[in-house]
């Protein structure tokens, strides 16, 4: 599948804004000049994309987080430097599009230390079109992909506690998240 990108017409001049919703806001891997508390409405975070590179293989899928259609999330806006803009969205494609499950888009943020404040940032969501899109998947289907999910990055364990650490350090609730980590810890906690 080809990779559903911007064009070049869409970044117009000065500094790039990110959104990150998963991954990003404990592991951006660019470089920015600020990090601010934003909320998207419009869309919600979900482990709704299974993972055959990062946390999984093609044979034995991981899931990972994506952005899906309704409500709102509460996530971290990285401003990017005018002149890192390029690097940064070579880089972000180079991780994000990697199977082209995602589209990348910009939509209107609003950023918390600011409420008035709305900025046009540069977002992954989930191609619901996509062999890799999963949709919606109750508690017991999350809590399989993530145990049997290790792919390039690692354990899927690991990405879904790392997130919600993340998410908490920021003051964030994402509730479907909260209770999976919840399982996945005292299961941790059982075999120790």
């Known amino acids: ?13 000065g ?5 990150g919703y998963g991954s990003l806001i404990w592991n ?15 869309e919600h975070r979900a482990l709704c994309i299974y993972s055959f590179v ?6 034995t899928p991981g899931l990972v987080l994506g ?10 806006a990285f401003r990017v430097a005018h002149e890192q803009r390029d690097a940064t969205i070579a880089y972000l494609r180079a991780r994000e599009q990697v199977t082209s499950v995602y589209r990348e888009v910009k939509r209107s943020v609003w950023l918390r ?39 390039h990055a690692g354990p899927n364990v690991e990405y879904v506690l790392a997130t919600v650490k993340a998410l908490e350090a920021r003051g964030i609730h994402d509730a479907p998240l909260h209770q999976l980590a919840a399982r996945l810890r005292g299961e941790a906690a059982l075999h120790r």
């Not at 500094?15 to 959104?19: E, Q, T, Y």
């Not at 890799?132 to 999910?149: E, I, N, P």
Request: aromatic share 10%; charged share 20%; hydrophobic share 35%.
């Open 15 to 19: 500094d790039l804004w990110v959104f």
């Open 54 to 59: 990062h946390r999984g293989t093609p044979e």
């Open 113 to 151: 230390n600011h409420p008035q404040e709305r900025v046009s940032a540069v977002v992954y969501v989930s191609d619901r079109g996509h062999d890799q899109y999963a949709g919606r998947l109750s508690l017991d289907q999350q809590l399989h992909f993530v145990r049997q999910g290790h792919g």
């Open 1 to 13: 599948m080809t990779a559903k990108t911007l064009s070049p017409a869409d970044f117009p001049d």
């Open 28 to 42: 951006p891997g660019f470089a920015f000049v600020e990090q601010v508390p934003a909320r998207l409405i419009g």
């Open 67 to 76: 952005l899906d259609r309704g409500g709102a999330c509460q996530g971290i």
